[in-house]
């Protein structure tokens, strides 16, 4: 067990210094001056050369990386061009709205696709399953942003029950904070629940197949109890799996989501940001979310030990 | 993981009369050919000219003459939609290329060679995995700047590692099998054996992997240029046109239904086929039924 | 009265039948061997009477079990009748248990359902079960995966999980078709044990005629799904009565008509082996140690005259295919030198080798797995041609193939098929065929009739005895089985835990084995003269 999780903690740090190379060079080479944008058109070369000093631009490369880095590792992650505050302070104050948003979407999706993957599972070709799949189908096929339009003319224009958009901040109460993710998060979730439910559901179909069903059930276990006790189990692996990559996608596609629905998240930010070239932000954001990434990942390999002793190994 | 593949032992024929009793590969493929020839069929006819800008007519509705109504500079809907196919198609079909163009060679390459150059080449893809896709396609765009060109690459950088892992994965469960130890036998190198006995056999699984990815690809090419980095305007986009309607959901909802439904709808017929394709050549998907 | 009896019983699954009238019947304490090819319903009687059927399947007869109407009960009846009045025991031991489960919850799973114990007293119960099956608690606690167990200790396993409630009828589906003979003859005294104890009535679903009647008092023979004859096993098979009973009796026991041996001993070998050596990097134990290697071959020297026909025999896992993969030069040897016509192969790049592969050949055991479904059999019999200097033209090479096919026995319209439209007889033909294309000097076979039926393995067997003495090609044959060795070879190789232990002529060895390993590999075997002669004994 602690070799093969040490194998996986050693590969996502390995990933991880080599994304940080990747953003920090990906930045370096990109147009446009940071000291330059900082100080607009009118500032005079001597000018321009003294910030960069002063803001270490003239360093060697290897020294600036080493130091950026250091920086991240003390979350110290610099200072905002357009917003001159620290990153820090705009990406905590951000987070309050993307991380739940993320959370609900993820919990929610999982809370739909699982029963109903296993459902369709279970009755197998009968109506139920064709009726749920098809609904899946549809729900694999529909951009989340065009979903988020639609329900926000469906519930805020048309039946009025929640807002179009915006974020009056956890400050004003829980609930109507809540309220105001509410859409955001549906829309996020159901695609990402019409994946799942299918990937749940061809898992569960597959470890149906195997021999060893066929043994329990020789045991004298009643169908449901072989799917409980024996299948599940074994079918969550490839749910995991969707699960670790479903996070990513649902971190990136807030990214959009924000905008449909004015939502000052870090999405919304990285978004203004780039259009800004305000690169220590970009930068910072970038990060944050490989590293989130990466941190999922692991969770998803460490779960898959606790599910699959095959990988414990034991001696 | 491993990846079990039935190999399935058909002929041709054999094949495209199951292929006429599925019912998802008729509907996938009767809409993926509906929407490729609307694109076809905009470049020598629209309803509308879409260049043209008509003011007096915007934000019509749904009418007989503009059966899905008009934009905000009076142009035609439909019309819109049909030129955009272009782009949505062209986008992800180019995508889908440099994806398998570039990640199919590199996963049977690692899955022949084994060990070192196996091993780094899939904690590179780990790498570009670590990146959420859309966010490294935007950021791409925004160096880059906005535009069509640039979102095929952003978009099909990302299918690279995709496909690297699918024939990685396909080549590793064929390796094994006697017949090319045969192979082997009868003093066939490596590369002889990928392309003569690999890759004919794991061309299903591409193939639908494939059309899994160019359905990606039109989502991923209506997301960019929804946020205005894919294609720029006068070009119509589907993802433009919903950016377009989303401040005049009010008055004039059916810019941002339609544009939308042709997404859904294309996506669909994608998913179908694939799903399709995969049913009628994998034996053991079948016995599912 | 009977335990079981099937009467009048067919099957069809989606239109297709299966069964055909079948009549069987099993008393207390029976055994009944079912015996039949493949293809032949053995296995859906079992699942028939188990009620484990796939959905499309449509079953029609009598089937009682006990005095219960197995074909109208309910599923509540049969789960309560599965594994507590009824057990099975599958052919694969590798997949038949849940791979995130310990086998003591495997165990005691059934156990805990039927008779509502504590899981504290059928974990007790699922340990003396254990036990009883030869897997004891220092070794093999219950906590232990399926994944830390061989294919024996599973097959125990299983079968712990099918006596476990002392069922009334067990039903044993080819329980020893994945094993090796030794532990097959393990696993069949254990079953006859549990058996005789608990006054069981089995039923032993089997292929290999022998096996069935060492061990059933009655057999039942089956084709295409209907019943050729059946009766006491030893008045059966004495008698033949039925001429399909004859023939599968005969082809069980087939040796090929061969004119003796090839002069050995004189000239050049046509392959050395010596001091050969593979090692495979183990599994780590600790993070900080280095993790021992697991040495497949250890130290092994053979030679091999032009024309001889070699058995390299040893149980699974002992290393006899790792050193057949190294002399064919698929497989790099850790140290030692393989020497072929006088040229060393080891350590040449591919290459330098193609003159050696010209001379090589291989035929393997599966064959479905050993071609490529995609390509016609005119490419697949040609790909050796390959190794060639001189590249034949199309027209060459069609001619060639026609020419390789024909002494194969199979027709030159078969040149357009691709695999997929030939039996596993015809398909093992092919390989001959392609093995032989380039008139090698030398092939290596690796089981390559074991999965074969009967009746096709004494035809291949043949097969491969007239091409040695037509074109003298020596053979180095890779088996467990000794009935194959005895049967075509002239030398034996004895081959133990990556040893070679013993060397001899054939019936030498056979009749006389030395080492430890070659007397358990005889005693082990199951030998259809010998198990009729002791059943006429016992049944008179």
Redesign the interface.
């Known amino acids: 067990m602690t070799a093969y999780l040490l194998k996986r903690l050693a590969i996502a740090i390995a990933t991880l210094i080599l994304a940080s190379m990747v953003v920090f060079a990906v930045l370096e080479i990109l147009p446009g001056d940071p000291a330059r944008l900082m100080l607009g058109l009118n500032a005079s070369a001597e000018q321009v050369e003294l910030l960069r000093n002063q803001m270490g631009l003239n360093a060697p490369l290897v020294l600036r990386y080493l130091h950026w880095v250091g920086g991240l590792l003390s979350l110290d992650f610099g200072r905002s061009y357009t917003y001159s505050v620290p990153v820090i302070d705009l990406v905590r104050e951000r987070m309050a709205v993307s991380l739940p948003l993320a959370l609900i979407a993820l919990a929610l999706s999982t809370i739909i696709a699982i029963p109903v993957g296993l459902y369709s599972a279970s009755r197998r070709g009968r109506a139920g399953d064709t009726i749920a799949m098809g609904a899946a189908q549809l729900g694999v096929a529909v951009p989340n942003f065009w979903f988020a339009l639609m329900l926000i003319y469906l519930f805020a224009v048309w039946l009025r029950l929640v807002p179009a958009g915006g974020f009056p901040g956890w400050g004003a109460g829980v609930w109507p904070a809540l309220k105001s993710l509410l859409l955001p998060a549906v829309a996020l979730a159901l695609p990402q629940a019409a994946i799942l439910a299918r990937v749940a559901r061809s898992a569960l179909i597959e470890v149906l197949n195997e021999d060893y069903i066929r043994t329990a059930r020789a045991k004298g276990l009643p169908y449901r109890a072989v799917l409980w006790r024996h299948a599940l189990r074994n079918a969550m692996i490839p749910v995991l799996t969707i699960l670790g990559l479903q996070f990513a996608f649902l971190l990136a596609g807030t990214i959009i989501i924000e905008n449909v629905f004015y939502l000052p998240g870090l999405g919304r930010l990285v978004f203004q940001a780039i259009t800004q070239r305000d690169l220590v932000v970009v930068e910072s954001i970038v990060m944050l979310l490989v590293v989130a990434v990466i941190a999922v990942n692991l969770v998803v390999d460490v779960s898959y030990a606790i599910v699959d002793p095959r990988l414990r190994g034991r001696q | ?1 491993t990846l079990h593949i039935d ?5 041709f024929g054999s094949i495209l009369a199951k292929a006429f009793r599925n019912r998802s590969f008729l509907i996938g493929f009767a809409i993926t050919v509906l929407v490729v020839a609307m694109a076809l069929v905009s470049y020598v006819w629209t309803p509308y000219d879409v260049t043209k800008l008509v003011i007096s007519d915007k934000t019509l509705a749904p009418s007989s003459a503009h059966w899905f109504g008009t934009d905000h500079f009076g142009r035609d809907i439909l019309s819109m939609i049909m030129v955009g196919a272009r782009n949505s198609i062209a986008v992800a079909l180019v995508a889908v290329g440099i994806g398998m163009g570039v990640g199919v060679p590199l996963g049977t390459f690692a899955a022949a060679r084994g060990g070192f150059v196996d091993e780094a080449l899939m ?1 590179l893809n ?2 570009v ?7 490294s396609a ?2 791409i765009t ?2 880059f700047g906005p535009g069509a060109i640039n979102a095929i690459i952003a978009i099909g950088i990302f299918n690279i590692p995709v496909f690297a892992r699918v024939a990685r994965a396909g080549a590793l469960a064929i390796w094994p ?3 090319i ?9 490596k590369t002889q054996i990928s392309i ?2 690999v890759l ?2 794991i061309a299903t699984l591409l193939l639908v992997q494939g059309t899994i990815q160019f ?1 990606l690809g039109i ?1 991923a090419e ?2 960019l240029s ?2 205005g980095l894919g294609a720029q305007p006068p070009m119509p986009s589907w993802g433009r046109m ?1 950016f377009d ?2 401040t005049r ?2 008055v004039a ?1 059916w810019m ?2 339609f ?2 439904m042709a ?6 017929g994608l ?2 086929l694939g ?1 399709g394709i995969a049913d009628i050549l994998d034996p053991k998907s079948r ?3 | 009265m009977s335990l079981l009896e099937i009467e009048n019983l067919s099957l069809a699954i989606g239109g297709t039948p299966i069964l055909k009238e079948v009549e069987l019947s099993v008393a207390p304490g029976e055994v009944m061997g079912l015996v039949g090819e493949s293809g032949s319903g053995k296995s859906m009687t079992a699942l028939t009477i188990m009620q484990l059927l796939p959905h499309a399947a449509r079953a029609s007869g009598r089937v009682s079990f006990d005095g219960i109407d197995i074909l109208a009960a309910t599923e509540d009846q049969m789960c309560a009748l599965r594994g507590d009045d009824i057990g099975m025991v599958f052919q694969e031991p590798m997949t038949a248990l849940n791979p995130v489960k310990t086998i003591g919850e495997q165990i005691a799973e059934g156990i805990r359902w039927h008779t509502k114990a504590s899981r504290a007293e059928a974990e007790d119960r699922a340990r003396k079960m254990l036990d009883r099956v030869g897997l004891p608690e220092a070794k093999f606690p219950l906590s232990r995966y399926p994944h830390e167990l061989s294919g024996g200790q599973r097959q125990r396993v299983v079968i712990a999980i099918a006596c476990a409630l002392k069922p009334k009828l067990l039903i044993a589906d080819e329980p020893t078709t994945a094993l090796d003979v030794v532990l097959q003859a393990q696993i069949l005294d254990l079953l006859r044990g549990l058996v005789s104890e608990n006054r069981m009535g089995l039923l032993l679903i089997s292929h290999d005629l022998a096996v069935v009647t060492e061990m059933a008092d009655r057999i039942t023979i089956l084709r295409h799904g209907e019943v050729m004859e059946a009766g006491d096993t030893a008045r059966t098979l004495s008698e033949q009565l039925n001429p399909y009973t004859r023939q599968l009796a005969l082809a069980s026991m087939h040796v090929p008509a061969r004119a003796k041996a090839h002069a050995t001993g004189q000239g050049k070998p046509l392959l050395e082996v010596e001091g050969v050596t593979r090692d495979y990097s183990g599994r780590r134990t600790s993070l900080f140690q280095r993790p021992t290697p697991i040495r497949a071959v250890d130290d092994v020297s053979l030679s091999l005259a032009p024309g001889q026909s070699v058995a390299l025999v040893g149980r699974s896992g002992c290393g006899k295919s790792t050193l057949a993969r190294m002399i064919l030069a698929l497989d790099k040897s850790t140290s030692g030198t393989i020497r072929f016509r006088g040229e060393t192969i080891t350590g040449r790049s591919e290459a330098e080798l193609k003159p050696a592969r010209r001379d090589m050949q291989v035929v393997f055991q599966d064959p479905y797995g050993s071609f490529d479904p995609r390509q016609k059999v005119e490419k697949l019999v040609a790909e050796p041609l390959h190794v060639l200097e001189k590249k034949p033209t199309p027209a060459e090479r069609r001619e060639m193939v026609a020419h390789t096919l024909h002494e194969v026995g199979l027709g030159v319209s078969d040149m357009d098929k691709y695999p997929h439209e030939f039996s596993g007889g015809q398909r093992q033909r092919l390989s001959i065929a392609r093995a032989i294309i380039t008139r090698p000097k030398l092939v290596v076979a690796d089981e390559p009739v074991s999965a074969l039926d009967v009746s096709i393995r004494a035809q291949i067997l043949d097969l491969f005895a007239e091409l040695n003495q037509r074109l003298g090609i020596a053979y180095l044959f890779i088996t467990h089985d000794l009935t194959v060795a005895r049967a075509i070879t002239d030398e034996v190789l004895v081959m133990h835990d990556g040893r070679i232990v013993e060397r001899g002529k054939t019936s030498d060895v056979l009749d006389h084995p030395q080492s430890e390993a070659a007397k358990a590999l005889v005693a082990a075997a199951p030998d259809l003269h010998r198990a009729i002669a002791r059943r006429m004994q016992e049944q008179g």
Do not use: C, W
């Open positions: 993981m190999i399935p032992e058909e002929t904690r780990d790498l995995f670590a990146f959420p896709a859309l966010l935007i950021m925004a160096i099998r006697e017949f130890l045969a192979a082997r036998a009868a003093g066939k190198s003569q006995h004919p056999n359905a989502l209506a997301g929804y946020v919903l309607a989303q959901m009010v909802p941002a239904i544009p939308g997404i859904v709808i294309t996506v669909l998913n179908l799903d016995r599912q039924r």
